[in-house]
């Protein structure tokens, strides 16, 4: 259980407004882009080496309320719950692509864990060598102490599962999906033995006791978005 936030108007309806007046800023005068000032989603722009430029007054409050987020990187005043996203998505759009849009989950700095959904855009192609990215975040849901907990938990198994070998988050997927000790073997052409000795590393790193631990692991990762593992 938690806590649902009430916004004016829908996300996506949001993120077209934002994005709209952003790039009539970034086109014409950069001063304009304090109207994003009157929105009460989370609305930030970085530079390219992903240093915030501007942000609004509800981000400011909501991430970096004690000093402005203003010249800084996301590292600087971030959680790590957030800021790895955040690097992430900014790794997407500084490689060309145009937008990307997810769900998440992390801390605000009032230490309460949210769901997020945030909007990143690609803005070279206005043309200012100063700006990169444009991002929209909207808290939606803040999670109650028990939920929280779980999801905390959750969230330190996905870091310790992103620290496997690609090779290891492999054989847990695979295990995941159902697949037999010597069908991973013969897939992967390993040894069986070798097989069983990386699940139990797996096993180990994610402080799991039994295979059907690992599965129902994978399924709530995933179930939660953490993972796309194809169960």
Do not use: C
């Amino acid at each position: 259980m938690g806590v649902t936030l009430a916004y004016g108007q829908a996300f996506d309806e949001a993120v077209r407004e934002i994005t709209g007046v952003v790039l009539h800023a970034a086109e014409t005068s950069w001063d304009a882009v304090v109207e994003v000032n009157r929105f009460t989603d989370l609305v930030y722009v970085k530079n390219p080496d992903r240093v915030v430029v501007h942000a609004n007054a509800a981000y400011s409050a909501f991430f970096s309320p004690t000093r402005s987020p203003v010249g800084r990187s996301g590292e600087k005043f971030l959680g790590s719950t957030v800021v790895n996203v955040s690097k992430a998505t900014d790794d997407f759009i500084l490689s060309g692509s145009t937008s990307v849009e997810l769900d998440h989950v992390g801390h605000g700095a009032d230490g309460a864990l949210y769901r997020f959904r945030t909007y990143k855009h690609n803005l070279a192609p206005a043309g200012n060598p100063g700006i990169a990215i444009l991002g929209v975040t909207r808290p939606e849901h803040r999670i109650d102490d028990g939920a929280a907990e779980l999801e905390s938990t959750l969230i330190d198994r996905h870091r310790l599962f992103r620290s496997l070998s690609d090779s290891d988050r492999d054989i847990a997927r695979l295990i995941g999906m159902g697949v037999t000790g010597r069908e991973i073997a013969e897939r992967l052409e390993l040894t069986a033995r070798a097989v069983e000795l990386r699940k139990k590393r797996v096993l180990s790193t994610l402080g799991l006791r039994q295979t059907v631990d690992l599965i129902k692991l994978l399924v709530r990762l995933e179930d939660r978005g953490f993972v796309d593992l194809g169960l």
